[in-house]
């Protein structure tokens, strides 16, 4: 057995349910666990880490001959204490309740800063923003939520695990990959991001967000296959985070998906946010459905199980102003899917109760369907071209403002994803999403 599986077995054997634990505060070198409160909501307070994060400066070797695995690894205590956390179902305390700081990063310096350690990289596939035609009309006073979506690539898989058999090992360096996947981020600008297959939150994403005015959060796969790879830095898992000038957290549910009444590996964060302008609420999901062909089944049972605890979250959060009526909370839900728009999940989300739709319809001609790909990866098994990833928002209480478009097969390039200039095997969307105002409210 992998030691690393050996020791979360015994972890899981030894672990008792634990109460009242806070979240660790020294330094990045610390330990720095995740908690977790399955099926459960709880009111948080909100606030980041003010730290920049040592590790981002690169390393000035050169990349150009073949590059050995870099060590990804952290402390031993980080990863074990996320994975005893991750494997304990019982609802614990709020997790990542760091105090409040003002950011003390300037954006557009880490922008230049990424762009410098990149200069020898060939730029990232140049994406317009597209304006649907059938936009609905936005009041003046009614700015838009900019919303990215994002499956990052877990540095362990990339590097051990998934065979990326056209993508040089040396592309897929951390010191140099986190670089572009930071100046993705920094380059749209989100007030939510949603992201899956972070191995790094500890100590890159956490404290670099935080440092620009984000507040995150983290839950880890309980068996990530992270674990299986030499020299991982712990399990890979979803990661949510609002920009602390524009929201306010109201509360937060991390969710562990079940299937026939069985907890399986896949997970989901839900918090629900209240805009400082405007007071109004939004709930925000973000998940990673299981993978590969012959799963649909469970995937489309995980998906059931998501919704059923999203009904139950965006009825209980109620009107926080006037203005909204007594209809539940909007929703936005990010993630990887894992799935075709043939597949069950996929028609169980667009028929739900919920009202949702898939933002990324509105870039074809018929506002009907989804982009050809989201994901094109080259592996030994052959070449997979496929939708895998949406945004689904509340089509009654939201409207779709502006989408960033799909790369064409050009850009891409004939190598595929991920490559020197693209960090993961998905592609980021983005999308405004604004509130519907009045009589365009259907409850």
Sequence with gaps: MNPARRCSALLSQLCAPSRGGTAARGPLSQAAGSTCYCHSAVSGGEGGLKRTCPQLKPSRASNTGAASVCPMGGSSSRLFGTLAQSLNSAPLAQPEAYPEENPDQDPEELLRECEEVLQRRPARPHRNLVYPSSMAPRHKHNSSIRIMQWNILAQA???????????????????????????????????????????????????????????????????????????????????????????????????????????????????????????????????????????????????????????????????????????????????????????DVYRRFSSSTLRLDSAYKMLSSDGQTEPAYTSWKIRPSGESCSTLDYIWYTHDALSVDCLLDIPTEEQIGPDRLPSYHYPSDHLSLLCDLSFREGPHMLI
Aim: negative net charge.
């Design 157 to 343: 898989l990339g590097e051990g695990k998934d065979g990326f058999i056209r993508c040089p090992l040396d592309a897929l360096n951390w010191e140099e990959r986190k670089y572009l996947i930071l100046e993705e981020i920094l380059t749209y600008s989100p007030d939510i991001l949603c992201l899956q297959e972070v191995d790094h939150y500890y100590d890159t994403f956490q404290p670099i967000m935080a440092s620009l005015g984000y507040q995150g959060s983290f839950l880890a796969k309980p068996w990530s296959p992270c674990l299986d790879v030499e020299q991982n830095n712990g399990p890979d898992g979803c990661a949510l985070f609002y920009r602390r000038s524009r929201f306010s957290l109201q509360a937060t549910a991390h969710l562990r998906l079940s299937a026939m009444m069985l907890p399986t590996n896949q997970v989901a964060i839900v918090q629900t946010l209240s805009c400082r302008a405007t007071g109004r609420r939004l709930c925000v999901a973000v998940t990673h459905l299981k993978a590969r062909s012959g799963w649909e089944r469970l995937r489309s049972v995980q998906g059931a199980d998501l919704l059923q605890s999203l009904r139950s979250i965006t009825s209980q959060g109620g009107p926080s102003s006037p203005e909204e009526g007594a209809g539940p909370v909007p929703l936005v839900v990010c993630g990887d899917f894992n799935a075709e728009p043939s597949e």
